[in-house]
Nanobody, 115 residues
């Protein structure tokens, strides 16, 4: 069974940085498309960043130039580096591993950007 465990969320001031981690167990993350989603109160869950097995990465327009998705093969962990955070980045962030028909989710980690 594949398990995803996120960590690294917290409270940060506007302009600050956070790095989220997604520890993957039960499979090698490179076998999946790894995604970070976020969901703010009252809004739908949105795709923030994706990383594919061939190395291709994709970002939502709202985070391009500020967020970076990466992976550490030795630790079997995927990261989301978030810089220049804005209040509108406040949300619960979820790690996702997808390889049709398999689709796994972590429990989420709260990110709050506020002064």
């Amino acid at each position: 069974q594949v398990q995803l465990v996120e960590s690294g969320g917290g409270l940060v001031q506007p302009g600050g940085s956070l790095r989220l981690s997604c520890a993957v167990s039960g499979a090698n993350f490179r076998a999946y498309a790894m995604n970070w989603y976020r969901q703010a109160p009252g809004l739908q869950r949105e795709l923030v960043a994706s990383m594919f097995s061939g190395g291709y990465k994709n970002y939502a327009d709202s985070v391009k130039g500020r967020f970076t998705i990466s992976g550490d093969n030795a630790k079997n962990t995927v990261y989301l580096q978030m810089n220049n955070l804005k209040p509108e980045d406040t949300a619960v962030y979820y790690c996702n591993a997808w390889n049709d028909p398999s689709n796994y989710w972590g429990q989420g980690t709260q990110v709050t950007v506020s002064s």
